[in-house]
């Protein structure tokens, strides 16, 4: 097991979610042109973006879950996980550039006064490119406690997200509020190791 996590299988197992989404492309294309639904194009930003979410999820439950379980291994892969949640938030973004906007820049500004939530997505993208740039050894040495800081941020990532996708929802706002309450539980996670650390800090 911990042998695989270090692997390039690992980045196999990362790169999952991308092949049922070229798998997907390619019914669209060849096999059956509704096979992504009425509006194929808008079925695919909303699939990217929503696995960039749950990548971001997995990413941010790998403290508490370490915690919970001892399981070192895991957070030696986080890094990855990070990096692979940016690039799927990267399709997301240059599948709403190609297919809703056309490559359209001009459109954008209307586009933006139209659709703020896009700024809310745009800026939760922002965070996840500052934590994939400074994945690598040389940024955590160059940063040392910064970096800490800066991954924090990860979380504020979510919450916009969160509100990215509540403010499109225009029904099923169940899965939204499935996607708050873990968020916030994964808040919570981090804010009672947090009380534990101050507490052990106390103590000394
Ligand atoms: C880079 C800037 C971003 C832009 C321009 C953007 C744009 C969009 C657009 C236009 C939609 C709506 C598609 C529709 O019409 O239904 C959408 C949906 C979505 N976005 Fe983003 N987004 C961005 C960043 C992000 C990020 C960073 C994430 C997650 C990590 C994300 C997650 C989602 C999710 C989950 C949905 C689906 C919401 C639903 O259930 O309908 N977005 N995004």
């Known amino acids: 097991m911990?042998?695989?996590?270090?692997?390039?299988?690992?980045w196999l197992v990362l790169g999952l979610p991308l092949y049922y989404v070229l798998y997907q492309i390619g019914q669209v294309l060849w096999v059956r042109s509704s096979a992504?639904?009425?509006?194929?194009?808008?079925?695919?930003?909303t699939l990217l973006g929503e696995i960039a979410l749950w990548m971001l999820i997995l990413v941010l439950g790998v403290s508490?879950?370490?915690?919970?379980?001892?399981?070192?291994?895991?957070?030696?892969?986080?890094?990855?996980?990070?990096?692979?949640?940016?690039?799927?938030?990267?399709?997301?973004?240059?599948a709403y550039a190609a297919l809703l906007l056309?490559?359209?820049?001009?459109?954008?500004?209307?586009?933006?006064?139209e659709r703020p939530y896009i700024i809310v997505g745009f800026l939760a993208g922002l965070i996840l490119l500052a934590m994939a740039v400074t994945s690598n050894d040389w940024s955590v040495r160059r940063l040392s406690s910064r970096w800490k800081r800066l991954h924090r941020w990860g979380y504020l990532a979510a919450v916009l997200v969160v509100l990215h996708v509540f403010w499109i929802a225009r029904s099923?706002?169940?899965?939204?509020?499935?996607?708050?309450?873990?968020?916030?539980?994964?808040?919570?996670?981090?804010?009672?190791?947090?009380?534990?650390?101050m507490k052990a800090f106390k103590e000394i």
């Open 2 to 10: 911990r042998h695989f996590l270090a692997s390039r299988g690992f």
């Open 36 to 45: 992504l639904g009425p509006d194929p194009a808008q079925a695919l930003v």
């Open 64 to 94: 508490p879950f370490r915690q919970l379980f001892h399981f070192k291994q895991l957070q030696r892969q986080r890094r990855a996980m990070g990096v692979a949640c940016f690039g799927y938030a990267l399709l997301h973004w240059i």
């Open 102 to 113: 056309e490559w359209q820049w001009e459109a954008l500004g209307e586009d933006l006064l």
């Open 172 to 197: 099923n706002y169940f899965e939204i509020l499935v996607y708050a309450l873990v968020v916030v539980g994964l808040l919570a996670a981090r804010g009672s190791w947090f009380v534990k650390k």
